[in-house]
């Protein structure tokens, strides 16, 4: 008899910019799907010349180029998770969201707005589009303090701030939302909700400076964790355990901050 075919994985599209060090974006994006057991697949959105040192520049993409991949990888392959990153401008966020709007599947939208060494990646008059058009097409939004203190206008500095905060990005029409308070000193934790069930994740802070990459990372894993069937507290779990193995992994590269370790667990 002949041999089964092997099944396919999960297939996760991610929707974002391009990191040329590697560390962040869809680069970041394909390296965690790939780890964790999904089929990773792409929509680019800008380019940016990037480094360990910081962002250099950034071109994005025509809408025409962002909607013609998404038709192509969705209307032949299919997906079963969704994950969006950097989409630099009103016409682009509007863009996504419009292809987004009957997918049928799990969106991850990670709110990009400044890169981890304090790189402007969204357009300030985007900000609008995020919370009208894209957001209420999430199954988890999950933004850190400083997009949450964007999109909301509260500036966490403790938990009860990220409850707060929370419960406005949730009135943005998200199902979820998972703010991210690894800003905060301490703990690294992180607040998910869907304004009934609360959820606190704790995890001990690595003093390890090489963290590019983390938000990218971190949505890359729930996406996975959504095309497998988890339900979403299981799917945020699972992201924050594999990136804080990531973290505490990271590594030296170039003369800046270096990037978190996607294959931390088959070196481990």
Request: hydrophobic share 45%; with cysteine.
């Given at each position: 008899m002949?041999?089964?075919?092997?099944?396919a994985?999960p297939r996760?599209l991610?929707i974002?910019g391009?990191d040329?060090?590697g560390?962040?974006?869809?680069?970041?994006?394909?390296k965690?799907m790939?780890?964790l057991?999904?089929?990773?697949?792409s929509v680019?959105?800008?380019v940016?010349?990037?480094?360990?040192?910081g962002?250099?520049?950034a071109w994005?993409?025509?809408?025409?180029?962002?909607?013609?991949q998404?038709?192509?990888?969705?209307?032949?392959?299919?997906?079963?998770?969704?994950?969006t990153?950097m989409?630099?401008?009103p016409l682009?966020v509007?863009t996504?969201a419009?292809?987004?709007?009957?997918v049928?599947?799990?969106?991850?939208?990670?709110?990009?707005?400044?890169s981890k060494?304090?790189?402007?990646?969204?357009?300030?008059?985007?900000?609008d589009?995020?919370r009208t058009a894209?957001?209420p097409l999430?199954t988890v939004?999950t933004p850190?303090?400083?997009?949450?203190a964007?999109?909301?206008g509260?500036?966490?500095?403790?938990?009860?701030?990220m409850?707060?905060?929370?419960?406005q990005?949730?009135?943005?029409g998200p199902?979820w939302?998972?703010v991210?308070?690894?800003?905060?000193?301490?703990?690294?934790?992180?607040?998910?909700?869907?304004?009934?069930?609360?959820?606190?994740f704790r995890?001990?802070?690595?003093?390890n400076?090489h963290?590019h990459?983390?938000?990218?990372?971190l949505?890359?894993a729930?996406?996975v964790?959504?095309?497998?069937g988890?339900?979403?507290?299981?799917?945020v779990?699972?992201?924050?355990e594999y990136v804080t193995?990531a973290?505490?992994?990271?590594?030296?590269l170039g003369a800046g901050?270096?990037?978190?370790?996607?294959?931390w667990?088959?070196?481990a």
């Amino acid at each position: 008899m002949p041999a089964n075919k092997p099944t396919a994985p999960p297939r996760v599209l991610t929707i974002a910019g391009s990191d040329s060090g590697g560390g962040a974006g869809i680069q970041a994006d394909l390296k965690t799907m790939l780890a964790l057991g999904a089929h990773g697949m792409s929509v680019l959105t800008a380019v940016t010349a990037q480094n360990s040192l910081g962002v250099q520049g950034a071109w994005e993409l025509p809408a025409e180029a962002v909607r013609a991949q998404y038709r192509s990888v969705v209307d032949d392959i299919g997906v079963q998770a969704v994950k969006t990153g950097m989409l630099a401008s009103p016409l682009l966020v509007e863009t996504v969201a419009e292809l987004l709007s009957d997918v049928g599947a799990p969106v991850v939208v990670d709110p990009v707005s400044v890169s981890k060494h304090g790189d402007r990646l969204l357009a300030d008059d985007a900000l609008d589009a995020v919370r009208t058009a894209l957001l209420p097409l999430a199954t988890v939004a999950t933004p850190n303090l400083d997009e949450t203190a964007e999109l909301t206008g509260i500036k966490a500095t403790g938990e009860r701030d990220m409850c707060r905060a929370a419960e406005q990005l949730l009135s943005y029409g998200p199902r979820w939302v998972l703010v991210k308070g690894g800003h905060l000193p301490g703990e690294a934790v992180d607040l998910l909700t869907d304004g009934t069930e609360q959820h606190w994740f704790r995890a001990p802070r690595h003093d390890n400076r090489h963290t590019h990459g983390t938000g990218c990372t971190l949505a890359s894993a729930i996406a996975v964790g959504l095309a497998q069937g988890r339900a979403v507290p299981e799917a945020v779990r699972l992201a924050k355990e594999y990136v804080t193995g990531a973290i505490a992994a990271g590594f030296a590269l170039g003369a800046g901050l270096g990037p978190v370790d996607h294959g931390w667990r088959t070196r481990a």
